[in-house]
């Protein structure tokens, strides 16, 4: 990090090691690069790799299918895509047209969406 003075390379090095990662913790794609890389791109596919694999565990375990989903609440507090997260959800997994979907953020501001298929 030629950009930061050697008192704050130190400093960052002493909050990295109290931080109790290492070697084997896992962080997100984004955050494997110095500085860290926080696109819109990185920030999307980190959350798909979260939602999506929490999903199919979900739908694996219950044996529910997506078209029986009536409701589809999604929340994630910093990153507030378009279209919402909930509506990225929809898509992947064909749920029905008439799904009630709300994306919850920033808090808790609530954003009721009407589906719109990409195809």
């Not at 959350?47 to 409701?71: C, H, M, W, Y």
Request: charged share 20%.
């Amino acid at each position: 990090m030629p950009f930061l003075d050697p008192k704050s390379k130190e400093f960052r090095l002493r909050i990295l090691e109290g931080s109790g990662l290492g070697e084997m913790t896992c962080v997100p794609p984004a955050l494997h690069y110095i500085p860290p890389d926080p696109s819109m791109a990185n920030a999307r596919a980190e959350a798909e790799l979260v939602i999506f694999s929490e999903i199919d565990a979900l739908f694996k375990r219950t044996g529910v299918q997506p078209k029986d989903i009536d409701i589809l609440i999604v929340n994630c507090s910093q990153f507030s895509p378009a279209p919402s997260l909930s509506v990225i959800v929809i898509n992947k997994y064909k749920m029905r047209s008439n799904i009630k979907s709300f994306y919850l953020w920033n808090g808790m501001h609530c954003q009721p969406h009407r589906y719109r298929s990409s195809s």
